[in-house]
């Protein structure tokens, strides 16, 4: 079955350091990956999404995000974190499956950006 | 444009009532899928509809219902409501009934739901 694992649920992290956020999933095919932003009362916003090709890729907000294959992770990263940044961030695989698509997340890590 | 548009915002009913949920999608869009986020949780899919037909199903009691009109619009329909299913209720829109790649989900403000 698919299932997305987000280690960490919690992070916190001082504005100006590097970030990165864990996504490990479970798929028998090749997955379509994504990366959701939520900010509070607020609907989830696409960051960055992988589909083939470029392992690296690059989202929103200065955001990018690589898929492993040898390590089933698609982890996100930013190279200098700032306040506006503090969010709950989903990580999702896409499965296609019969034609439809449908999203399944993980339980999501809660950034915290100390000043 | 504007984007997936959801009403109400926050709702509270009791247990045992019946709830309606309501999802305009962004224009262009035809495909309608809810996923309901409970606190602490990611979302889990629900159900995905595409030309006024339930085309998938999650994990879901058929307690859950909805609808899709002529115009994509779509309900949520919750019966003999429990305390657990209190939660954030969103939903997505996108086009055709393909999936990725380019079939990007947008989603919703949601709603949020209280049973008390």
């Known amino acids: 079955a698919q299932s997305v694992t987000q280690p960490d649920i919690h992070i916190t992290v001082s504005e100006g350091a590097s970030l990165e956020l864990r996504c490990n999933y479970s798929?028998?095919?090749?997955?379509?990956l994504f990366w959701y932003v939520q900010s509070p009362g607020q609907g989830l916003q696409l960051l960055l999404k992988?589909?083939?090709?470029?392992?690296l890729v690059q989202g929103i907000k200065g955001f990018e995000a690589e898929f492993k294959r040898s390590q089933s992770s698609f982890n996100l990263r930013k190279p200098s974190v700032h306040w506006s940044d503090a969010a709950e961030y989903f990580c999702?695989?896409?499965?296609?499956?019969?034609?439809?698509?449908?999203?399944?997340f993980g339980a999501g890590t809660r950034l915290a950006v100390h000043p | 444009d504007a984007g997936v548009t959801q009403s109400p915002t926050h709702l509270i009913k009791t247990r045992g009532q019946q709830v309606t949920l309501r999802c305009s999608p962004k224009?262009?869009?035809?495909?309608v899928s809810w996923y309901q986020q409970a606190l602490g949780q990611g979302p889990q899919f629900i159900f995905q509809?595409?030309?006024?037909?339930?085309?998938q199903r999650g994990n879901f009691p058929d307690r859950f219902s909805g609808h899709q009109f002529p115009n994509y619009s779509s309900e949520l329909n919750v019966n003999a409501l429990l305390l657990g299913d209190s939660a954030l209720y969103l939903c997505?829109?996108?086009f055709g009934r393909g999936g990725p790649p380019g079939n990007e989900q947008f989603f919703g403000p949601g709603t949020r739901l209280t049973v008390l």
């Open positions: 997505a829109s996108s």
């Open positions: 798929y028998g095919a090749t997955p379509y």
């Open positions: 992988y589909f083939s090709g470029d392992t």
């Open positions: 999702a695989v896409g499965p296609f499956s019969g034609g439809y698509n449908k999203l399944i």
């Open positions: 224009s262009g869009h035809d495909t």
């Open positions: 509809y595409y030309e006024e037909e339930e085309r």
